[in-house]
């Protein structure tokens, strides 16, 4: 009857290192493998998808990106590995792995790691970011 535990516990250590995956039609991102190079940046970006409504990006934080608005995307976020923080203007709040941020174009924001590890998410953005939508905020 002692074998029951052991396997019982054994299934729950493998479960616990499920991580979520990206699915897109012609591939699945299940784990990421970021570079050295990528490692070293404070942020660092994979992109994934691109047509003209969307792009999709994978994200990976190790501090926080600057005050900024993004004048003509909306961006959706989902938080894949790791505990950041979402600040806006008014509030700011606590993000863990499997939560999702929508931010409207226009809308003041930052994220900040707060993990002992960078953080990873997936972005969507729409329409389709080309890399020049980024307006720091001045304050």
Same mark, same amino acid.
């Given at each position: 009857?002692?074998?029951? /535990?052991?396997?019982? @516990? ?6 616990? #290192?499920?991580? /979520?995956?990206?699915?897109? /039609? +012609? @591939? ?7 570079? +050295?190079?990528? $490692? ?16 999709? *990006? ?7 990106? $600057? ?5 003509? *995307? ?14 806006? $203007? #008014?509030? +700011? ?5 499997? #939560? ?12 900040? +790691? ?26």
């Amino acid at each position: 009857m002692k074998i029951i /535990p052991i396997i019982s @516990i054994a299934l729950l250590l493998i479960g616990c #290192d499920e991580r /979520p995956k990206v699915v897109l /039609p +012609n @591939i699945q991102y299940k784990n990421i493998e970021w570079s +050295n190079s990528e $490692k070293s940046k404070n942020i660092a970006l994979k992109h994934l998808s691109r047509n003209e409504q969307s792009s999709t *990006h994978l994200i990976r934080i190790k501090g926080s990106e $600057k005050p900024h608005y993004h004048d003509t *995307h909306n961006l959706t976020v989902t938080i894949l590995e790791g505990d950041s923080i979402i600040h806006f $203007k #008014d509030q +700011n709040i606590s993000l863990h792995q499997g #939560d999702v941020v929508y931010i409207p174009k226009g809308t003041y924001h930052w994220a900040e +790691n707060i993990d002992s590890e960078a953080s990873v998410v997936f972005a969507v953005f729409s329409p389709a970011y080309k890399g020049k939508d980024n307006r720091l905020a001045t304050f």
